[in-house]
């Protein structure tokens, strides 16, 4: 009985998947972080840039 205890794996494969899960997600947390920053950067430049083709088009086209 003992012996049939030890050579049963279903609680391994549980315990693996689980540390698969774990580190997968460890892995998107730190990849999101990482690429928090370019996507800030990104937003911040595309709304430079708009806010600028704005304010050209204003002052080109205003009827004052």
Same mark, same amino acid.
């Given at each position: 009985?003992?012996?049939? %205890?030890?050579?049963?794996? !279903? #609680?391994?494969?549980?315990?693996?998947?689980? +540390?698969?899960?774990? +580190?997968?997600? =460890?892995?998107?947390? %730190?990849?999101? $972080?990482?690429? #928090?920053?370019?996507? =800030?950067? =990104?937003? #911040?430049?595309?709304?430079? $840039?708009? !806010?600028?083709? $704005?304010?050209? =088009?204003?002052?080109? %086209?205003? $009827?004052?």
């Amino acid at each position: 009985m003992l012996m049939e %205890f030890i050579k049963n794996e !279903e #609680g391994q494969s549980i315990v693996e998947y689980s +540390l698969l899960l774990t +580190l997968i997600g =460890a892995s998107m947390v %730190f990849m999101l $972080t990482l690429m #928090g920053v370019n996507v =800030a950067q =990104a937003i #911040g430049f595309s709304s430079v $840039t708009v !806010e600028s083709y $704005t304010k050209w =088009a204003y002052e080109k %086209f205003s $009827t004052r």
